[in-house]
């Protein structure tokens, strides 16, 4: 009965690349949600996907940052032309419904070099 | 003004003792009141869901809220040491946009053997 996945648990980009970060939900969940935690910060909301729709983006920088969640697959957060203020962990979380619980993914820890 | 504050600590207790965590807000909105708990490198695990003013008890866990006061606590008794661990307190209104969780910054917790 696996939980909420994500991978890479720990990357490393150098300023410029390209960060592409996955979120496999919870077995029978069609709601995903992704979190930002900035260091000495709570986690702070970016962006909510159900398949193959992006429900509201209101929390995503509006540029360099895109999310999707196709028909298959896992969702991505894709951050693009990375600096080192992107530097945080990542946390998605998933629901079986929009005002079910959240149930969280360990996160993937995001270091800009 | 934040619309959630928390006190990071660091909180450090004996074990056995009773330790109060607090959170205020300042969005009268905020209707459904969540504790999660956070290991080292580890999700958010939701603890403590509830919605009314009052207390609500799991276990060795209680959580009470204030909606009167903006004030929300979570009091565990007979402290082990796994609960080490930071405590988040997150919140959401009702209707449109509910789905978004706003989060305290995190109370890091320290049960002393």
């Known amino acids: 009965n696996a939980g909420v996945m994500q991978n890479p648990r720990h990357l490393v980009r150098r300023r410029g690349q390209e960060a592409r970060l996955r979120c496999s939900p919870m077995?029978?969940?069609?709601?995903v949600y992704w979190y930002r935690q900035l260091p000495e910060e709570g986690l702070k909301f970016m962006v909510y996907?159900?398949?193959?729709?992006?429900?509201?983006e209101s929390g995503m920088p509006k540029e360099r940052f895109s999310a999707e969640f196709p028909k298959e697959g896992p969702s991505i957060l894709r951050i693009q032309q990375v600096v080192r203020g992107d530097s945080a962990a990542y946390f998605c979380?998933?629901?079986?419904?929009?005002?079910?619980?959240?149930?969280f993914g360990p996160g993937t820890r995001l270091l800009v070099l | 003004q934040k619309e959630v504050e928390q006190d990071p600590g660091p909180l450090s207790v004996p074990e056995g003792a009773i330790v109060s965590l607090n959170c205020t807000y300042s969005n009268s909105a905020f209707q459904y009141f969540m504790w999660y708990r956070q290991y080292s490198r580890k999700g958010p695990e939701l603890l403590m869901y509830?919605?009314?003013?009052g207390n609500k008890e799991d276990g060795r866990f209680t959580a009470q809220v204030d909606k009167s006061s903006k004030y929300i606590s979570l009091f565990i008794r007979d402290s082990q040491p796994s609960d080490s661990a930071t405590y988040l307190c997150a919140m959401t209104h009702s209707g449109a946009g509910s789905y978004q969780l706003t989060f305290g910054k995190g109370t890091k917790l320290s049960v002393i053997p």
């Open positions: 077995k029978g969940h069609s709601h």
């Open positions: 979380a998933s629901s079986l419904g929009q005002q079910e619980t959240q149930y």
């Open positions: 996907l159900q398949k193959e729709n992006i429900i509201d």
């Open positions: 509830t919605y009314s003013s």
